[in-house]
Every structure is written in structure tokens, then in C-alpha cells.
């Protein structure tokens, strides 16, 4: 038989395990801190009706990266699609059929502090009217907005007997189209909590956001939309 003697590392080779194990120790900090800072990335995929009021920056079928972490206000700025938690009109959380919150993809518009107001579908930011390159108007309720006799005006948690629109903040103004969905058209003046974001869906006349649900404090903020990966043809940039 042959005679194994034992192995004993010399001494560069001892120096070389060291420095491995430092070379490790310090990628896996830094590692850590970039996860803390800059989060993790995943991707969602845009499901049958969930796209609509984001329409046509999402449609069905499209895959979106996100980066998911704890954000700070100054870290927000307007232009970015972002992840909240939904709740209703009363402020109770809403859930799906398995119990978790819903989240719902917005487009961050008014700042902390700043004063918005809606009229007729466009939006003003401190007096000032804000331009928006993403938005789309429904050419079929544009048609509609020179008919007031299908304005309706709500009045502060209790109008006419319609307990759906309760909860709208008194002023707001809502058409009803050919088929007696309601659409919010306008919304009073209103100044932005300091620690809170104003959000709006891109298909601006079909969208449930801050003017129904209020403004999302930056607790509420999940992730920030990076860009579509998938189909090819839609592969773009979301940062604005």
C-alpha cells in the first residue's frame, strides 16, 4: 500500500487562503450595502385588465422590472411608475381572492407640498399646467365634455343615493359615459401632504387613483417601474 503523508499547507499557500477569504468577505459587504441601497429587481407581468389605466405605456402581455425597496421622499420624482398598496374609499386594505393587499401601478404626478388641481382632465401643478407626454385622453369621453347635462358634481361622503362614488372629495367632477360608468373629469384645488404622493393612471378618463383613493404616503411605495423587458417590440426605457 502506499504511504499517504499528511499535507501541510505552506506558507503561501496559507497566505493565499487568507486572501481569499478577506476578497469574499469584503464583496459579501459590499454586496449588502448595495442591496440596502439600491434594493432588489423582479419583474410583474401586465395581466388581462390590469393594464388599463395604465394604457398605452403597459398593455396585456408586457413583462416590467421593477426595483423593490424602501424608498425615501427624495428618491421619488414625478414621471416614475410606482407600486402601492390599494385600499378603498373608507381607507380599509383591499384584497384578492388568496387574502393579500392588492397593489396597483401608478404614475407619480404631484409632489409632497405641492397645490394640484384637475379641470377637464388636465393637471396643474402650483397654477402652473403640467406637461404630459404619457397621458391619453378616451377620445370617445372628450366628445362628451362639452355635454353638462351628464356632469355630475359630488358632495363631501353623500350625494344623490349612489353609496360607489361616496368618499369623493366634494367638487370632484364625474361624467357619465353611454353605458353609465361614471369618469372622474375634475378635482378641486389641493394642497399634497408633506410625506404623501399624488397619482394618476395614464389612461387619465379610465383610472382609479388618487382622486378616488387620496394621496399614497411614501410608506405605501413598494417598487419603481425600471423598464419593459418583454414583448421585444415594446422593450423600452421607464425612467423619466
Request: hydrophobic share 35%; glycine share 6%; proline share 3%.
Amino acid at each position: 500500500a502506499i504511504k499517504v503523508e499528511n499535507y501541510v499547507l505552506k506558507k503561501y499557500n496559507k497566505w493565499f487562503f487568507y486572501l481569499v477569504f478577506i476578497a469574499l468577505y469584503i464583496l459579501g459587504i459590499i454586496s449588502l450595502s448595495y442591496v440596502v441601497s439600491n434594493g432588489f429587481t423582479e419583474y410583474y407581468y401586465i395581466s388581462h385588465g390590469s393594464g388599463e389605466s395604465m394604457y398605452p405605456t403597459f398593455i396585456e402581455g408586457d413583462k416590467v422590472m421593477v426595483e423593490t425597496k424602501v424608498f425615501k421622499i427624495e428618491e421619488i420624482k414625478r414621471g416614475m411608475i410606482v407600486t402601492v398598496k390599494c385600499e378603498d374609499i373608507y381607507g380599509e386594505k383591499s384584497n384578492d381572492s388568496h387574502g393579500k393587499i392588492k397593489t396597483m401601478q401608478k404614475r407619480v404626478i404631484g409632489l409632497p407640498g405641492e397645490i394640484i388641481k384637475i379641470e377637464r382632465g388636465i393637471v396643474y401643478i402650483n397654477g402652473n399646467k403640467l406637461n404630459e407626454p404619457w397621458v391619453y385622453y378616451d377620445p370617445e369621453i372628450l366628445e362628451q365634455l362639452n355635454d353638462t347635462s351628464i356632469y355630475i358634481y359630488s358632495k363631501h361622503h353623500s350625494w344623490i343615493e349612489n353609496d360607489s362614488f361616496a368618499g369623493f372629495i366634494k367638487d370632484t367632477v364625474i361624467v357619465l359615459d353611454y353605458k353609465n360608468n361614471a369618469h372622474i373629469i375634475s378635482v378641486p384645488q389641493y394642497k399634497i401632504p408633506g410625506t404623501h404622493f399624488y397619482l394618476l393612471g395614464d389612461n387619465r378618463f379610465h383610472s382609479s387613483d388618487s382622486r378616488r383613493y387620496g394621496t399614497f404616503n411614501i410608506n405605501d411605495i413598494k417598487s419603481k417601474a425600471l423598464y419593459i423587458k418583454r414583448p421585444l417590440a415594446r422593450m423600452r426605457n421607464l425612467i423619466h
